[in-house]
């Protein structure tokens, strides 16, 4: 028997003789049971089944520094943590994220980077003016100066009058 069916046979056994008056059958049926319990204690996989196991790590190290933690772990089903410890653990280092397509800024609005004010491109964004600086900073403009501001007002104003 393998030891999925010492299992199922010792389930059957145990749930024919719960509330059941001890009777000679029943002493026999417990024998029986015991003796397959220390049978399937033999047969107990000694490594873990299932879709873990029959990856290798060869496997699971082909997919590091190339896809992210997360996903290794959902396809692996180990938790990201795990999937985390055993990366930092060879020395390989995690794929950056891709970021979200909310931090793409279009070109007319980074225009106006270093030249209008973090508040205005913040109220014209809809985004806090701490959310502007940290972008301007990422992209490595300048703060707006007032005299940047002067020329940038008065080119826009020229514009709309011409």
Known sequence: MTFYELNERIRELSLATVGVPMTDEVRAANLQLKGLIRQREEQRPTRRTGPVAKITPDHILARFGVDTDAAIARDMGL????????????????????????????????????????????????????????????????????????????????????
């Open 79 to 162: 938790s990201r943590a795990r999937v985390c410890q055993i990366r930092k653990a060879r020395g390989i280092p995690a794929v950056p994220h891709k970021g979200r397509s909310a931090n793409i800024i279009p070109d007319h609005i980074l225009a106006r980077f270093g030249v209008d004010t973090d508040a205005a491109i913040a109220r014209d964004m809809g985004v806090t003016r701490e959310r502007v600086r940290q972008i301007r900073k990422a992209h490595g403009i300048k703060k707006a100066s007032r005299k940047r501001r002067a020329a940038f007002i008065e080119t826009c104003e020229g514009g709309l009058t011409a």
